[in-house]
């Protein structure tokens, strides 16, 4: 099943992805700029082969659901995620704000 939600960070919207999968999730939560995603995110694919697109995300571990997935700190980032100020151990919530 997928489901696609609003959610609201500081009074700002962002739309929260789960896609239920035999025995995991895939979980990611994007703005208009960016998104954070679970551990399924490839962020050495995203700065090697596909930096010409200047994706700005982030990837955390470990997480299960979309709260965990805004509260737990970001475990790599792309480039260009750290060009608009976002860095590794910041909390997903946090970076989402940087992509707005």
């Not at 930096?51 to 700005?56: A, F, G, L």
């Not at 955390?60 to 299960?64: D, E, F, I, M, W």
């Given at each position: 099943m997928i489901e696609m939600t609003p959610i609201t960070i500081e009074g700002h919207t962002f739309t929260a992805i789960t896609v239920r999968?035999?025995?995991?999730?895939?979980?990611?939560?994007?703005?208009?700029?960016?998104?954070?995603?679970c551990g399924a995110l490839d962020v050495g694919l995203l700065n090697a082969k596909l930096?010409?697109?200047?994706?700005?995300a982030g990837r955390?571990?470990?997480?299960?659901t979309i709260e965990q997935l805004i509260e737990a700190p970001l475990e790599s980032i792309t480039y260009e995620a750290e060009n608009v100020g976002i860095t590794v151990g910041m909390p997903g919530k946090e970076a989402l704000l940087k992509m707005l």
């Open positions: 999968l035999p025995k995991t999730n895939f979980l990611a939560v994007t703005s208009d700029k960016g998104y954070i995603m930096k010409d697109r200047k994706i700005i955390a571990v470990g997480v299960r």
